[in-house]
């Protein structure tokens, strides 16, 4: 089976291009999808120790959570110490799955790839990318967006330069949906019949 990542800064088209794989058939693991998820089930208790002021209603409330990351951006290495490990099991349940399937091809769509060593965990890496301008239109367009908000994201992300250079395949979104959704179908086609 081989294990595609998939990752790009905020922005540039990553969960598009994410649902374009799964419309071809490839298994694909959200852990962005995953970590909302924990915020409602299993990361309640830990995260709500670490950050009262996130919880309501017995969920983390991720805008109070994000309020808080704002002002205490040292804190995001006690969210991420809980966080992570959850996400890594789910990650290694849902490969143990598809292994048992016998399925060919699975995506990993995780945000944070490069940031958190998740290379070493994928066979090949996909990096989505867009012309700055493009990406920050797009980000600045979503409700609560602020610049500084964008520009926090941004500074805890790897450089969109850094992780074209060490991609196995880009996908420029800026160039359309048609375009990169044939970019996924060939690079579908190249792996297909690769695995081992």
Known sequence: MIVLGLTGSIGTGKSTTAAMFRDLGVPVH???ATVHDLYRTDAVTPV???????????????KALSA????????FAALEAIIH??????EK??????????SPLVLLDIPLLYET??????????????????????VLARPGMTEEKF????????????????????????KGLEA???AVEEIVGSLKGKED
């Not at 990351?69 to 804190?75: E, I, S």
């Not at 989505?128 to 493009?134: A, F, G, Q």
């Open 30 to 32: 959200d852990a962005d």
């Open 48 to 62: 709500a120790e670490q950050f009262p002021e996130a919880l309501r209603d017995g969920v983390i409330d991720r």
């Open 68 to 75: 808080v990351l704002a002002r205490f951006p040292d804190r």
């Open 85 to 90: 490990p959850l996400v890594r099991a789910r």
């Open 93 to 102: 349940a849902f490969l143990d799955a598809e292994r048992g399937r016998g």
């Open 117 to 138: 060593g998740g290379e070493a965990r994928v066979d090949k890496v996909v990096v989505v990318t867009c012309d700055p301008d493009i990406q920050r239109q797009r």
């Open 151 to 174: 520009q926090l994201i941004l500074s805890r992300q790897t450089p969109d330069a850094e992780k074209r250079k060490r991609a196995d395949f880009l996908i420029d979104t800026g």
């Open 180 to 182: 990169a959704r044939k």
